[in-house]
């Protein structure tokens, strides 16, 4: 199985960047395509981006496209979630998740971290 842990959350202003990174460790981080996900309080959890196993296809959420962007770094077992233009709205807990298949479900990804905190202030 595969672990992660995310960091780099913390609190920002509105129009702010942030990027957020996972650590992979126990299984090799290209056997798995991987996504970010986020959850505000009172809400369902949410697809925000995904990318394949080499990186070289991605998919994102109508809410942030163009302003944030997914990448990975197979050799060093890293994923990236780089967040510009930050809004209120993006105020959640985001979550890194591994899968063995390309998807924006959340139920098809068998592998979570603990998530991190992103707050934007208005």
């Known amino acids: 199985q595969v672990q992660l842990v995310e960091s780099g959350g913390g609190l920002v202003q509105a129009g702010d960047s942030l990027r957020l990174s996972c650590a992979a460790s126990g299984r090799t981080l290209s056997n798995y395509v991987m996504a970010w996900f986020r959850q505000a309080p009172g809400k369902e959890r949410e697809f925000v981006t995904v990318?394949?196993?080499?990186?070289?296809?991605?998919s994102s959420a109508d809410s942030v496209k163009g302003r944030f962007t997914i990448s990975r770094d197979n050799a060093k077992n890293m994923v990236y979630l780089q967040m510009n233009s930050l809004k209120p709205e993006d105020t959640a807990v985001y979550y890194c998740?591994?899968?063995?298949?390309?998807?924006?479900?959340?139920?098809?990804?068998?592998?979570w971290g603990q998530g991190t905190q992103v707050t934007v202030s208005s």
């Open positions: 998740a591994a899968s063995y298949r390309i998807s924006n479900w959340h139920g098809d990804f068998g592998f």
């Open positions: 990318i394949s196993r080499s990186g070289g296809s991605t």
